[in-house]
């Protein structure tokens, strides 16, 4: 009985770590459109190499699984407004890096905004 009981708490872990990994690509796939090769090399880099390089993150989110989700804004997004409050010019000169680390190690990114190619390291 006792390794009927291992062998299945073994397989629903196989199973548990096979799922994670599935949807861990699925992610990574949603997230393709805007990426970018100069950002595809921090993958598998530490998340202390990332920050030396970029600055310290705007906002971090840990995660339950031991994920943290660094969050880093550059450029601005300047309207100009006339006396009566409308928007004239609208400059969108700002790029959104979401980066996500476990264990230490980037595994992924996303990029939004107009000048994200101007902000690569």
Known sequence: MDSTVRSLEATVARAQNETSRALD?????????????????WIGKTEQE???????PD??????????TLYL???EHVQGLNAYGHVVSDVNNRCDIT???MDG???D???????CAQHLR
Do not use: C, I, K
């Open 25 to 41: 690509e699925s992610r990574r796939a949603a997230n393709r459109v805007g990426r970018n090769n100069l950002m595809d090399m």
């Open 73 to 75: 804004h550059r450029g």
């Open 99 to 101: 980066v996500l680390t």
């Open 50 to 56: 990332f920050v030396r390089t970029w600055g310290p």
């Open 105 to 107: 190690y980037v595994r």
């Open 109 to 115: 990114y996303a990029m939004q905004g107009a000048t």
């Open 59 to 68: 906002r971090v989110e840990n995660g339950a699984d031991g994920s943290r």
